[in-house]
């Protein structure tokens, strides 16, 4: 697949903030940061695939710029990610891996086009929500310049949720026409299960993480085709070994 290695750019006016920002930190300091917390969130495989590919390492540098909580939450679904792949043997082929990993660091890119403050804002109006649907969208347009499988991966990955969109959502798309193939939806719906599950544990301000027997119910509830169930499965099983990984750092810090 070809690759447009252009800048990542998805709304004119905030690519154009975004570079201010690069000149207001300098060049170096800003790299050092990021690179700081790129190594501290992520696990080996993602850290490794993500330092290898500049249009991924820079738009997860743009995303930490414009909102760490988004930033924060595409890594961990990296690392998540990587767990499942390295569990889950010959379901998945090495392609078939790379879409995933890629779409879970770049699903929510186009939160970038979405001011911060609305990122973070609690107790949203009705049209602040369709708002803020729209980072779909822009996610879409701006990941199919460099990749459009991976784009086709992304553009569903709220459409496996109970509130599904976009595509559902407008009456005058014609679905059959834009039907994902069987491969597509397989990812997709990984994708989505990988954002309700990081969604639902993520500590974030005023939205503390739940309990993870409640997670694995929420799953099972959302998620209820025969194949899911192993996923949940396995989804569980992370949570278990990054919390034995987290007593472990607690020593050491
Ligand atoms: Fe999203
Ligand atoms: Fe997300």
Redesign the pocket.
Known sequence: MERNMEAPFVNKELYDKSKDLKKIFPETQADVYFESELSRRAQSKTLEFIRKDNYIRDSLLMLFEHDQKTFVHSVEMGNIAEYLIANMGEKISLAEANDLLSSCLL??YGKLAIEKELLNKTNITLAEKEELKK??VYSFESVRLFDEAVAKIIVG??EHQKDSYPRKQDENINYDSREADGRTKILSRLLSMI?TYEAMLADRPNNPPKDIKYVVSELEKQFNLPNDQEMIFLLAEYYYAKNKNQQIDAIFN
């Open positions: 699903h929510d980072h779909v990955h709220h954002d």
